[in-house]
Nanobody
Framework: QVQLVESGGGLVQAGGSLRLSCAVS????????MGWYRQAPGKQRELVAQ???????VYASSVKGRFTISRDNAKNTVYLQMNSLKPEDTATYYC????????????WGQGTQVTVSS
């Protein structure tokens, strides 16, 4: 059974920083892409950032320059450093891991709440 455990969410003032972590455990092989998504109330889930096994990164335009994604393959952990947070960053943040490239399978975390006050 594969588990993704997220941590690091919380309440922060605008301009502040948070660091999210997502630790993957269980019988999982060939982790390819690791990423963070977020979903605000009444909105669709959206990609925030992702990082491939070759350390290629993609960021949503709204977070580029403020957020940094990284991964530690030895620990099967992905991080999201969030700086200069804005109230519009308030959402539930989800970790997603995709195996592959052959027969890719997605695994999701349970989500961690990030609230940015103005």
């Amino acid at each position: 059974q594969v588990q993704l455990v997220e941590s690091g969410g919380g309440l922060v003032q605008a301009g502040g920083s948070l660091r999210l972590s997502c630790a993957v455990s269980g019988s999982i092989f060939n982790i390819n892409t690791m990423g963070w998504y977020r979903q605000a109330p009444g909105k669709q889930r959206e990609l925030v950032a992702q990082i491939t096994s070759s350390v290629s990164t993609v960021y949503a335009s709204s977070v580029k320059g403020r957020f940094t994604i990284s991964r530690d393959n030895a620990k099967n952990t992905v991080y999201l450093q969030m700086n200069s947070l804005k109230p519009e960053d308030t959402a539930t943040y989800y970790c997603r891991v995709r195996t592959g490239p052959v027969n890719p399978v997605d695994y999701w975390g349970q989500g961690t709440q990030v609230t940015v006050s103005s």
